[in-house]
């Protein structure tokens, strides 16, 4: 009984606070809200029994939104980001898209007709997991993580505004480096 | 002499954040009898310095800057004590635990996690610069720290081939995890310090911004901040010695008492060091966190790693 209400209870909090991630007029509480929204799935994904997914799922979703607050503020400029601000637009095509996504993973949802389980979950999910990822799902961590490592090198380049010539001279020689704030190794 | 770990009734929950409460008071009559100490007055009236601001703080009228953020002000400066709350969940008191969670080491880094986001709203929600910088210097620090954390944590958890915190105290029957991981020990020894903004890495709250963080909070708010950031340097305190310490083992006293005589002492030696190391700036430090810190941490892990498949 206790389960099924503050699943329910979670489960309304989470889509209460991923709406309210588009109607708060404010940066910060745009990306909190979100962050509620992660954690509320979180607490619920270790209520299925899933504990180590459900907790990093918090820790990490957490941990992007208090980084991602300060990129956005960050990328909006001086002034917009901390004065209150409209979150949405493009609002006619994105309400379609996301009203249209949600019907659409809300009807597959209910219409699959869901396999009855077969078998017993393993005793140590946690380890089990870490076994699949180092085991048999290796072939495909293996292609993600060069993929994701390349997007994040790719990123970095497009938006680093002062290269390796800026910092170390147009011949690489600069010791120590002409930078804007000198790190505490002078490298 | 340890003992298999029971989880307690959920009733017992309500004593948790009694005895945190009292182990901050303890570290912040500490603090207060070393500042004495350093100025020259006697030892007793700094130590009841904590008691006296209690009851100032709680007498004082709120402030409210113009157009602040009162709901994440709020949350912010609330959350600090909770989140420390939810840290000693899972630390065993001798042969008891209130929560025996699989992944409990888990459950303290997600923890720690939760602090960038309180730090950075109380410094957000006052609406005046030296709160924000003093949130985003935070940050900065965070991301210096959290990496080398996490390795940190990961290394008993790898000797003992599990992350609950009862296995890995029971891992340590023989020897005790500080003495052959001590690089992993001090990493969290001083990620304890830097989460909690706390001696060299309290630029977060320093006085070159007056006060950064605590510029604008007063009354209640400012007392449940002072009172989290020494709820969470004593949850540290506490969490290393399950981690690193041997949990309760130790002769003569009970199980229960030494992992209380093994969290004041830590405790006591993070608030020593307030004084006694120089402020490190998070923008010159994230360099050597980056280049020294985490490949160190790195090193730690392999060497256990090693040691765990070869043994």
Known sequence: MLIVVSFWVLAVVSVASGIAVFVVDSMARATYALAVSFIAVGIMLVMVGLEYIGIITILMMVMEMAIMAVYMVMFMGMNP???????????????VLAVGTFVLLAAGALLIPWPARVGAPAVDLTASLGEAIMGPKMLAMLTISPVLFATIIAGLVIVNPRGRYDRWGDDLKRRPPNDPMRGGLGQ | ???????????????????????????????????????????????????????????????????????????????????????????????WTLADL???????????????????LVGWGANSAHALVGGYRFLSLAV?????????????????????????????????????????????????????SWGPFATAVGSDIAGGLLTDVSGVDRLLILTGRYAVLTAGAAFAVPLFLGGGAGPLLPDWLWMIVKTALVLAAFVAIRYRVPTIRPDRFAEVAWIIVLPAALLQVLVVAIIVMGS
Request: aromatic share 10%; charged share 15%.
């Open chain 2, 144 to 196: 210096s720290y959290e990496l080398p954390l996490m390795f940190a944590l990961i290394t008993p958890a790898v000797a003992a081939r599990s992350l609950r915190v009862g296995d890995v105290v029971a891992a340590q029957q023989d020897l005790w995890f500080v003495i052959w991981m001590p690089v992993a020990f001090l990493i969290f020894c001083g990620s304890v310090i830097a989460f909690s």
């Open chain 1, 81 to 95: 980001a901390l004065m209150p601000m409209d979150m949405t637009h493009g609002k006619r095509w994105s309400a």
């Open chain 2, 102 to 120: 699989d992944v409990g080491v888990v459950w303290f880094n997600t923890m720690d996690v939760m602090i960038w986001a309180l730090f950075w």
């Open chain 2, 1 to 95: 002499m340890t003992e298999p770990i029971v989880q307690v009734s959920p009733g017992w929950a309500v004593l948790a954040p009694l005895g945190l409460l009292l182990f901050a008071l303890a570290g912040a009559g500490l603090n207060g009898a070393l500042v004495a100490r350093s100025v020259g007055r006697p030892l007793r009236s700094g130590a009841r310095a904590p008691i006296a601001e209690v009851a100032r703080l709680l007498r004082q009228r709120r402030q409210v800057t113009i157009a602040a953020d009162v709901l994440l002000w709020r949350i912010g400066a609330g959350g600090l004590v909770v989140v420390a709350t939810l840290k000693i969940l899972v630390i065993p008191l001798g042969p």
